[in-house]
């Protein structure tokens, strides 16, 4: 009965649910375009630490604000809180297209303020072929003025996807939304150059 109930959990953080509320535009992300990635290193789930400008020519960091696990709760009310659900869907979305974008000479994070072993437990339940970068310090908050929100007590980023060319930022997908569609725009716009 319990991996039952693990199954319909897991099951439940890969759908969306209906009526979820569309994220607007706050204005938060709009000073990233152009900007260049700072000179820090942050731990993967790899178990090695990557260093952001040394990830060339091109390079996207999808940012979510928490990832979802059969064996914790989500905060309260995290379906009402825009923007936040859907980050299970939107891990495998990129996981899906990450052969497209290896092809367009693409590299992939995943980022949040979690910490690696919670994030690992992700990409070892979602086979990630690519890795995740845990910000648990926020330098990333401190070094570009990534956009955060709280709940029950936790600062967490809020959804963004950055593309960078040579260690600048040329694109800001900020809302992401839906989730489960992030990676399709992001090839799309890289097409599209």
């Known amino acids: ?69 059969a064996d914790m709760n989500l905060p309260e009310g995290w379906d009402d809180i825009s923007g936040a659900r859907g980050c299970t869907p939107q891990a495998c979305d990129f996981s899906n297209h990450y052969q497209e974008l290896q092809q367009l000479n693409t590299a992939v994070f995943g980022l949040s303020s979690q910490s690696t072993d919670y994030q690992l437990e992700l990409k070892n339940r979602l086979h990630l072929p690519f890795d995740l970068l845990s910000d648990s310090t926020f330098q990333l908050k401190l070094e570009l003025n990534l956009p955060v929100f709280e709940v029950e007590a936790l600062m967490l980023y809020k959804r963004l996807t950055l593309i960078a060319e040579h260690n600048v930022i040329r694109k800001v997908f900020y809302p992401v939304f ?12 890289l097409k599209s150059r």
């Open 178 to 189: 839906p989730p489960n569609q992030n990676a399709s725009q992001v090839i799309d716009w």
């Open 1 to 69: 009965m319990a991996n039952h109930t693990a199954n319909v959990v897991n099951n439940h953080l890969h759908v969306l649910p209906d009526r979820l509320p569309v994220p607007i535009d706050d204005g938060l992300a709009a000073h990233l375009q152009d900007m260049h990635l700072p000179d820090i290193s942050l731990q993967s789930t790899s178990g090695s630490f990557v260093n952001l400008k040394d990830n060339a020519p091109r390079l996207v960091i999808y940012v979510y604000p928490l990832t979802g696990r």
